[in-house]
Nanobody, 122 residues
Framework: QVQLVESAGGLVQAGGSLRLSCAAS????????MGWFRQAPGKEREFVAG????????SYADSVKGRFTISRDNAKNTVYLEMNSLKPENTAVYYC???????????????WGQGTQVTVSS
């Protein structure tokens, strides 16, 4: 089992940037595919980005491609989400998630963090 703790989100103006981090504890971090998801008010939780176990492959939702970057540091048991050119519609609770296995997918993650609020003002 793995425990996930996201860093604090925050309030940022449209066009600004924010970096989220997620620290993992428990089983060996590099045995997990990692992902970021988000849930906006009144909407379902959606996939944002994912990264393979050693970081060689990444996947992004079309809505964030080119603006968000996912990365990981296995020595620090941490995954990051760098968010640039933020828009008000990016306002949501952002969740870190881990999936045991080798395949980078956009669903069926096993472990979740508690979530962190990101608010983008116009």
């Amino acid at each position: 089992q793995v425990q996930l703790v996201e860093s604090a989100g925050g309030l940022v103006q449209a066009g600004g940037s924010l970096r989220l981090s997620c620290a993992a504890s428990g089983r060996t971090f590099d045995t997990y595919v990692m992902g970021w998801f988000r849930q906006a008010p009144g909407k379902e939780r959606e996939f944002v980005a994912g990264i393979s176990r050693i970081g060689g492959s990444t996947s992004y939702a079309d809505s964030v491609k080119g603006r968000f970057t996912i990365s990981r540091d296995n020595a620090k048991n941490t995954v990051y989400l760098e968010m640039n050119s933020l828009k008000p519609e990016n306002t949501a609770v952002y969740y870190c998630a881990a999936r045991a296995g080798t395949v980078l997918v956009r669903s069926r993650y096993d472990y979740w963090g508690q979530g962190t609020q990101v608010t983008v003002s116009s």
